[in-house]
């Protein structure tokens, strides 16, 4: 994916509009991912997307041939989520759980109610997983996100969320240990 | 096990997660792709090479207007003090600007990190060179701080022109880390500052060298990162 984006950003720096939209392509199902998963809004996630996009676009001269875009793409999707964050703190209010939890569900499949969609090996398990990732902290919900669902290694998830890596790898820990009792799993 | 976190059924069901499709490219973003031109990429040692020799020149023109100091110093003492203002200022100015290879953000951890150690290295420095090889502020006839206000201003007015061009070079570069990469900056600056100060004042009290000289760069490292880190982001 590196490669790809890299080659992507080179072409759309140079004025090509479709490379953009390629490179959405590429980098939009994951951040939209991680946006959903961090705001547990779909709405908002819509908007952060987008605006997260908006700003890469704005700031594309501040880009360096040759460099990796993705984390300095995420890293302005984190940015734009602290930011909307702050400004729209119902965005990040949690509600009760008996109102939140069936709309969230089908918002992180990102499936309409009712649509067969993708769905995990074990939904009952997904689900509460992904009920359990919900009551986390933000960044401990940020570690974990950007560390197991996207992939990422401590050091990539540091630079993005603007922390250092030792404290990246206490936030994951704390908040796979907290999934992990949650889930009923050994401590 | 992948990077100290422990692996096990959880994980595979956080991998396995799917991903929920993301909304089609917004309109406000589709009309500016419209009217898309081609720019200039980042060119992180272009970029430093400009900024540090423009910053250089309004340094030497700050100096000429406010005069070189004629006390007699050593030319060794003046030549040596003045080398280790001017590491600082290049070092800083490398690290606020320049990235990792194959990085977009530059590393402003480091910059951070070598903000606090400057600042603190040229104060603590200050005091310690106390009365070497010149007059002290009372023998000038100058109270010991109010007389350093004059050049705590020169200083972080130096300072400014740094500041200003890497802010306008880091323009959305640092959505993280902006506030940490534009002390470095105003570090990078005030170490600037402190070399002019050090070639226009002839003082050598360690009061007015660690305070009026040293703390131009603890001075302007906390006005960049409070005034020019949003411009970064």
Sequence with gaps: MTAEATQLM??????????????????????????????????????LLQLTFLKVHRARSAYV?????????????????LDEA??????VVSVSKEEELPEVRAQITGEPEGADGPQAADPELARAALAALETLPPQQREAVVLTKLDGKSIAEAAEIAGTTPGAMKVRAHRGYVALRKALGGPE | MKDGIPADGIDQTLIDLP?????????????????LRPVRARRPLRDLARVGAVSL?????????ATMR???????????????????????????????????????RAAGIGALAASVLFVVAGFALDGQ??????????????GGHMCMGLGVATALVPV????????GALPVGSRWAAAGLGAAGGSLGGLVLHLHCPIVDGWHLGIAHGGVVAVSAALAAALASRRLQ
């Design chain 1, 10 to 47: 080179e072409r759309y720096v140079d004025g090509d509009a479709g490379a953009f939209r390629e490179l959405y392509q590429l980098l939009a199902p994951r951040l939209y991912g991680y946006l959903v998963r961090m705001a547990r809004d779909r709405a908002v996630a819509d908007d």
């Design chain 1, 65 to 81: 041939r040759g460099a990796d875009p993705v984390p300095w793409i995420y890293a302005i999707a984190h940015r734009t989520f």
């Design chain 1, 86 to 91: 702050r400004r729209l703190q119902r965005a």
């Design chain 2, 19 to 35: 991903l929920p499709p993301p909304p089609p490219l917004g309109d406000e973003l589709a009309a500016e792709l419209a009217r």
């Design chain 2, 57 to 65: 020149v309004y340094g030497a023109a700050v100096l000429g207007l």
């Design chain 2, 70 to 108: 004629h006390d007699g110093a050593p030319v060794g003492l003046l030549v040596g003090y003045a080398a280790i203002w001017f590491s600082g200022f290049a070092s800083l100015l490398w690290l606020a600007l320049v990235p990792r290879r194959g990085a977009v953000m530059p590393r402003w």
């Design chain 2, 133 to 146: 090889g010149g007059p002290g502020s009372a023998e000038l006839g100058l109270q010991r701080l109010p």
């Design chain 2, 164 to 171: 200003v061009l890497g802010a306008l070079v880091l323009r």
